[in-house]
Nanobody
Framework: QVQLVESGGDLVQPGGSLRLSCAAS????????MGWYRQAPGKQRELVAG???????NYSDSVKGRFTISRDNAKNTVYLQMNSLKPEDTAVYYC???????????????WGQGTQVTVSS
């Protein structure tokens, strides 16, 4: 089995910064793309940023220049550094990973439980 566990969500003032972390554990053979999604109340879940195993990054237009995604392949961990936070960044942030398991070599899509980010004065 595979688990993704996020951490780092908090209440922060506009203009502030937060760093989210997501660690994958379990029977992992290989991790392809890892990413962060978010879902605000009443809205659909949207992609925030993604990063391939080789380090290629992509961002939504709404966070480009403010957020940075990175990963540590040795630790099976992905990070999201969020700077210049705005109230519209308020959402539950979910970690996502495309993983091939070691037990049956099946490739699948895995999600974390979510971490709340609230940007408010």
């Amino acid at each position: 089995q595979v688990q993704l566990v996020e951490s780092g969500g908090d209440l922060v003032q506009p203009g502030g910064s937060l760093r989210l972390s997501c660690a994958a554990s379990g029977s992992i053979s290989w991790i392809y793309t890892m990413g962060w999604y978010r879902q605000a109340p009443g809205k659909q879940r949207e992609l925030v940023a993604g990063i391939t195993n080789g380090g290629n990054e992509n961002y939504s237009d709404s966070v480009k220049g403010r957020f940075t995604i990175s990963r540590d392949n040795a630790k099976n961990t992905v990070y999201l550094q969020m700077n210049s936070l705005k109230p519209e960044d308020t959402a539950v942030y979910y970690c996502n990973a495309d993983i091939r398991t070691r037990t049956d070599l099946v490739r699948g899509d895995y999600w974390g439980q979510g971490t709340q980010v609230t940007v408010s004065s």
